[in-house]
T-cell receptor, first 110, second 114 residues
Framework: GDSVTQMEGPVTLSEEAFLTINCTYTATGYPSLFWYVQYPGEGLQLLLKATKADDKGSNKGFEATYRKETTSFHLEKGSVQVSDSAVYFC?????????FGTGTSLTVIP | EAQVTQNPRYLITVTGKKLTVTCSQN?????MSWYRQDPGLGLRQIYY???????DKGDVPEGYKVSRKEKRNFPLILESPSPNQTSLYFC?????????????FGPGTRLTVT
């Protein structure tokens, strides 16, 4: 079945460090791919998405490229800030159902 | 303000006592969905609804019921809750269920079943 595997956390980085959170997927058909972010005590918010191969999603300095050949959608940011501390979820949808990864907790220290 | 609301936010109950968690959205969205979030398992989809009177099972529907009588509301019903349903529950909605649309999430309901 469809599934998402993402990098285990927690991840701790210093401010201005480079961030990569790995995400790979298994899906039949042609999924849409998403990164959602969850701040403490809140629901999830969409961070970025890509709906077809080679698309790049970007938002707030975060980027991810839909790589069909490696079935990956890795999240990157060139310089993290303390305010980026949150849990990040990779997700896919092939239609009406959604599949989420287990989440990666990121803590950025000043 | 566009939002998804859930009630209650926190609930402690006992095994077997029926309960309902309400979900409402004010964005005229067609698609609504329920998820549970558990440590180490991420979010798993329980049920979803494409529109009024159209619902379908997600990955983990056992022990749950839903109904969609109005477009804005999508309650989650636990007819006989058990301790393994202790979890954090999220309702979400989107303008379409075509899979490429953003989902808007509610603030969550933390349920404890003793």
């Amino acid at each position: 079945g469809d599934s998402v595997t993402q990098m285990e956390g927690p991840v701790t980085l210093s401010e201005e460090a480079f961030l990569t959170i790995n995400c790979t997927y298994t899906a039949t058909g042609y999924p849409s791919l998403f990164w959602y972010v969850q701040y403490p005590g809140e629901g999830l918010q969409l961070l970025l998405k890509a709906t077809k191969a080679d698309d790049k999603g970007s938002n707030k300095g975060f980027e991810a490229t839909y790589r069909k050949e490696t079935t990956s959608f890795h999240l990157e940011k060139g310089s993290v800030q303390v305010s980026d501390s949150a849990v990040y979820f990779c997700a896919l949808s092939t239609g009406n159902q959604f599949y989420f990864g287990t989440g990666t907790s990121l803590t950025v220290i000043p | 303000e566009a939002q998804v609301t859930q009630n209650p936010r926190y609930l402690i109950t006992v095994t077997g006592k029926k309960l309902t968690v309400t979900c409402s959205q004010n964005m005229n969205h067609e698609y609504m969905s329920w998820y549970r979030q558990d440590p180490g398992l991420g979010l798993r989809q329980i049920y979803y609804s494409m529109n009024v009177e159209v619902t379908d099972k997600g990955d983990v529907p056992e022990g749950y019921k839903v109904s969609r009588k109005e477009k804005r509301n999508f309650p989650l019903i636990l007819e006989s809750p058990s301790p393994n349903q202790t979890s954090l529950y999220f309702c979400a909605s989107s303008s379409s269920g075509a899979g490429s649309y953003e989902q808007y999430f509610g603030p969550g309901t933390r349920l404890t079943v003793t």
